[in-house]
């Protein structure tokens, strides 16, 4: 597939990704705290699918990775605010049960791309696992947000969420950096903002 078809991939992914945060920020901006807009779960769930094409696309598995670990928060969230529900039928069931089928079908000669994930000469072993790593911190801050919303049993953005956010993304970062990933570096520049900001928001609304 041609490198620009990718690379559109990508952008769409990360354009839907800061359209979720310019979303809640100035939500959050109007109220002057941190506010969860139903929307800001539903564009995630999108770009995120997205982003997990072009991983694969690229044959980077740290991308790939990060996206398989949050898509079924996304759509947990969703329940959590009653938006699931709303979709048709049919929508819920491609949402739900696509990734799986791409798993099940993620094979090469009916067997699965281990070699051209973990042995691609353009990601040194090191990189990967920087790449891994980040990808697993920046995943954690919605295991945390899950775990805080389940107990509150609202979606919820705490303080430990942005916090995580910031570590994830300046790892990230350098991960794009090197690897040189137009799509990664534009997408996470822009998110350290927003994340910093709702950092912000939360420590002024305690003070």
Known sequence: MKDWIIYSIGFLAQILFSSRLIIQWITSEKQRKVITPKTFWTLSLIASFLLFIYGYLRLDFAIMLGQSLTYFIYIRNLQLQGQWQKFPKIVQYLLFFTPIFIVIFYFNNNKIDVDLLFKNADIPTWLLVLGIVAQVVFTLRFVYQWIHSEKQKESTL???????????????????????????????????????????LIRKTKD
């Open 158 to 200: 705490p303080m430990g969420f942005w916090v995580l956010s910031l570590i994830g993304a300046g790892l990230i970062l350098t991960y794009a950096i090197i690897r040189e990933d137009p799509v990664l570096f534009v997408g996470h520049l822009f998110g350290l903002i927003i994340y910093a900001r709702n950092a912000y």
